[in-house]
């Protein structure tokens, strides 16, 4: 499981840190972070995101939702 992904400008530095934590293994071998934060070097700011629930269930995403035409389309951008 990534826990931490640097982003750099094209000259190599560094301007953001997405870091993952408050790991849980949900189902199996299937590991989620509960907290996501992102930090922006440049302006001295972060963002995070806590899960506070989750839910799996075989048909929460259609599966033609998964098929070219449907991407293709722009259906999903309304």
Same mark, same amino acid.
């Given at each position: @499981? $990534?826990?931490? $992904?640097?982003?750099?400008?094209?000259? #190599?530095?560094? @301007?953001?840190?997405?870091?993952?934590?408050?790991? +849980?293994?949900?189902?199996?071998? $299937?590991?989620?972070?509960?907290?996501?934060?992102?930090?922006?070097?440049?302006?001295?700011?972060?963002?995070? $995101?806590? +899960? #506070?629930?989750?839910? @799996?269930?075989?048909?929460?995403?259609?599966?033609?939702?998964?098929?070219?035409?449907?991407?293709?389309?722009?259906?999903?951008?309304?």
């Amino acid at each position: @499981f $990534i826990t931490r $992904i640097d982003y750099s400008d094209r000259r #190599g530095e560094l @301007f953001k840190r997405q870091t993952m934590s408050n790991l +849980v293994n949900v189902e199996g071998g $299937i590991w989620r972070a509960n907290t996501a934060r992102m930090e922006n070097m440049r302006e001295n700011t972060a963002t995070v $995101i806590e +899960v #506070g629930e989750r839910q @799996f269930a075989d048909a929460a995403v259609p599966e033609r939702m998964f098929v070219e035409r449907y991407l293709t389309s722009q259906e999903h951008m309304r």
